[in-house]
């Protein structure tokens, strides 16, 4: 099964505001996003976190990477493995990454059945992955694991031109698991979570984010979902 980061949302979304800062959410679903259209970056007065600099193709190089805000410890999620924790408070808006890893430009050549792959896309079509497979050639943002439910999950990932950076959706307080929704393929391919599940704490109220709010919201609203959770 192959079941990469960044898959899953085939919907329609228009118009999700995002609180003023920037302009308005405008996806168009995950197989449409161009992004001559819109981009996710972060802006000059927005808060980013950067990764420690670390020489490339070096033992452990993930981990070295990280920034003294977070750490690399055991998952709070069963069966998680190790995950990344906030060491301070990290407060709601704030730009991590981004997702490095070795780009490649050919699906079969992506490793491990894309456990650690990212979709870039230019004009809706897959531009390049992003493989983090190897803990040698990427950075610590691979360990950030996937939220079993909505409440849980603090950050989302946006892509800015060819980058993929996550994005604090709430604050995330010290001591903290940092976690994301990678689609909801992933989630139910990983964990065998379906969305109905991943949604079942949601009442339109916790926080802006893209996907799963999206998503949520349409199975709340008992709208039909359009396409079925890709295996
Ligand atoms: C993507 O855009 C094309 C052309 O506008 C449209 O035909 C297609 O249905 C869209 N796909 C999704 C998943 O929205
Ligand atoms: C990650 O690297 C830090 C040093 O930067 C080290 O203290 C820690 O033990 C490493 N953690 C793991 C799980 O390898
Ligand atoms: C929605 O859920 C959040 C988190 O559980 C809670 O803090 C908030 O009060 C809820 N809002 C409503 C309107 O129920």
Same mark, same amino acid.
């Given at each position: 099964? /192959?079941?990469?980061?960044?898959?899953?949302?085939? =919907?329609?979304?228009?118009?999700?505001? #995002?609180?003023?800062?920037?302009?308005?959410?405008?996806?168009?679903?995950?197989?449409?996003? +161009?992004? !001559?259209? !819109?981009?996710?970056?972060?802006?000059?007065?927005?808060?980013?976190?950067?990764?420690? @600099?670390?020489?490339?193709?070096?033992?452990?190089?993930?981990?070295?990477?990280?920034?003294?805000?977070?750490? =690399?410890?055991? #998952?709070?999620?069963?069966?998680?493995?190790?995950?990344?924790?906030?060491?301070?408070?990290?407060?709601?808006?704030?730009?991590?990454?981004?997702?490095?890893?070795?780009?490649?430009?050919?699906?079969?050549?992506?490793? =491990?059945?894309? @456990?650690?792959?990212?979709?870039?896309?230019?004009?809706? &079509?897959?531009?390049?992955?992003?493989?983090?497979?190897?803990?040698?050639? #990427?950075?610590?943002?691979?360990?950030?694991?996937?939220?079993?439910?909505?409440?849980?999950?603090?950050? @989302?990932?946006?892509?800015?031109?060819?980058?993929?950076?996550?994005?604090?959706?709430?604050?995330?307080?010290?001591?903290? @698991? %940092?976690? %994301?929704?990678?689609? &909801?393929?992933?989630?139910?391919?990983? &964990?065998?979570?379906? /969305?109905?599940?991943?949604?079942?704490?949601?009442?339109?109220?916790?926080?802006?984010?893209?996907? #799963?709010?999206?998503?949520?919201?349409?199975?709340?609203?008992?709208?039909?979902? +359009?396409?079925?959770?890709?295996?």
């Amino acid at each position: 099964m /192959m079941m990469l980061k960044g898959w899953g949302l085939c =919907l329609l979304l228009i118009g999700v505001t #995002s609180g003023g800062k920037r302009p308005p959410y405008k996806y168009i679903g995950d197989d449409n996003f +161009t992004m !001559e259209d !819109e981009k996710y970056c972060p802006e000059a007065i927005d808060s980013v976190i950067f990764d420690r @600099e670390v020489e490339w193709d070096i033992e452990d190089r993930a981990n070295k990477t990280c920034p003294p805000e977070f750490m =690399l410890t055991k #998952s709070s999620i069963p069966g998680g493995g190790q995950g990344i924790f906030a060491t301070v408070n990290i407060p709601a808006g704030v730009w991590l990454g981004p997702y490095d890893g070795e780009r490649v430009y050919q699906y079969r050549k992506v490793r =491990l059945d894309a @456990e650690y792959a990212f979709k870039v896309k230019v004009n809706s &079509h897959v531009y390049m992955y992003i493989d983090a497979w190897n803990p040698r050639t #990427s950075n610590w943002i691979r360990y950030i694991n996937a939220a079993l439910d909505m409440v849980q999950q603090n950050v @989302e990932f946006l892509q800015c031109y060819d980058k993929i950076y996550y994005h604090t959706i709430k604050p995330i307080p010290a001591g903290t @698991e %940092v976690l %994301v929704f990678y689609g &909801h393929g992933y989630v139910f391919a990983n &964990h065998k979570i379906d /969305m109905y599940s991943y949604c079942k704490w949601y009442n339109g109220t916790f926080y802006q984010s893209i996907d #799963s709010n999206f998503i949520c919201d349409r199975i709340k609203t008992k709208r039909q979902l +359009t396409c079925d959770i890709p295996l």
